[in-house]
């Protein structure tokens, strides 16, 4: 496999000019040079009820971690009080470096993963949902593993509180996807940490449920490295959930359809 040294790995001549502007290392070492290790994306939609449970196992997770972080919380339009607990604990712990982004209009939580890649500053990239699924046990298991891989991908052992006909879609999903892709990936729409260049690079153009498998799938495609960790997770939602509408399926349609394209082509 390659990983995130070998990949960019090129010869490089810049004229004067261009010396100015850039080096060797920014073309071939684009990993490098970061201000953090890591940089924890803070999904909010009407999280009032966890949100500061959320940002709190964050930030006892990493006082854990010999690592530098930030926390990027984007409040996607919530229409509870979110946004007023979230300005309050920024206001109460000015030590944590932490962010608060206010969207005037629901994006979603794909495009919102995406422009937390770009607002951010760490090496690594890790998503934490609001609703305070993970526990921080999980947390400082999977960002324990940086640098052991260019993807720590989590698989859950338990999914306390999910109930059976998710456990069975979500099955279903991943098997569909290792049957397209050829890959033996034993859970997609984990929290994985990912390189955060490689967001940037090869986001995908998916908006729905299955924009973490694709995202997951280009970067194996390419030959980086992954590393997957079993960890356990919690529903705090009373097994309520959005997996069965029709945005999510066209997403997983066109999930499926853009893996399988991908696979002919490298067959031809």
């Not at 997770?61 to 979110?82: F, W």
């Not at 500053?121 to 609703?131: E, S, T």
């Not at 397209?180 to 153009?205: A, C, D």
Request: proline residues 2%; positive net charge; hydrophobic residues 40%.
């Amino acid at each position: 496999m390659a990983n995130q040294y070998t990949y960019w790995a090129a010869s490089i001549k810049l004229s004067s000019a261009a010396q100015k502007y850039c080096s060797d290392a920014a073309i071939t070492l684009p990993y490098e040079g970061n201000l953090l290790d890591l940089t924890v994306f803070v999904s909010c939609y009407n999280e009032a009820a966890f949100i500061i449970d959320t940002l709190n196992t964050v930030v006892d997770a990493m006082k854990e971690i010999n690592k530098t972080y930030e926390v990027i919380v984007i409040d996607d339009d919530s229409k509870d009080k979110s946004v007023e607990l979230v300005s309050n604990y920024i206001n109460e712990h000015p030590e944590i470096n932490i962010i608060l982004r206010i969207n005037s209009k629901n994006k979603g939580l794909a495009q919102n993963y995406i422009d937390a890649a770009f607002l951010g500053h760490g090496k690594y990239f890790r998503l934490i949902c609001g609703d305070n699924s993970e526990p921080k046990e999980t947390l400082l298991k999977v960002v324990k593993m940086m640098g052991e891989a260019d993807v720590i991908v989590p698989h859950y052992l338990s999914f306390e509180g999910k109930s059976a006909h998710r456990q069975f879609i979500s099955k279903l999903f991943t098997k569909m996807i290792n049957l397209v892709s050829g890959n033996k990936i034993r859970y997609y729409n984990g929290l994985h940490m990912h390189l955060r260049h490689n967001i940037m690079r090869w986001h995908p153009n998916t908006r729905g449920f299955g924009f973490q498998a694709a995202l997951l799938c280009m970067i194996i495609e390419q030959g980086f490295s992954y590393k997957e960790v079993a960890c356990i997770t919690i529903e705090r939602r009373g097994g309520r959930g959005n997996a069965l509408t029709w945005k999510n399926l066209r997403s997983v349609i066109h999930v499926f359809l853009g893996i399988l394209f991908r696979r002919m082509t490298s067959w031809v």
